[in-house]
């Protein structure tokens, strides 16, 4: 069973990834979007980890659909990528 603590930890480290993607998203000339959409993912990911200790309805909603949003970004922009990349 996670302690309290650790899933404190892990839902500041997820927090840490929102935000240091939205900073990227904001000083980057040119957005990777498979990049932004991977590390906001991954940042909804530990926050849920982190609500399942610590649970918060209106959390756990934001999250949920943060993570549904960057999984979408995600899929969009590696499906576009390789129409690009295609010989």
């Not at 997820?14 to 990049?35: C, Q």
């Amino acid at each position: 069973m996670m302690t309290s603590s650790t899933a404190d930890i892990i839902g500041l480290v997820g927090s840490a990834l929102f935000i240091g993607a939205f900073l990227y998203a904001n000083i980057t000339p040119a957005l990777n979007k498979v990049i932004f959409n991977s590390v906001n993912l991954i940042g909804a990911a530990l926050l849920l980890i982190s609500l399942w200790v610590n649970f918060n309805l209106a959390a756990f909603v934001l999250e949920v659909a943060w993570a549904i949003i960057a999984l979408f970004g995600l899929i969009r922009a590696l499906t576009t990528s390789a129409k690009i990349t295609a010989p």
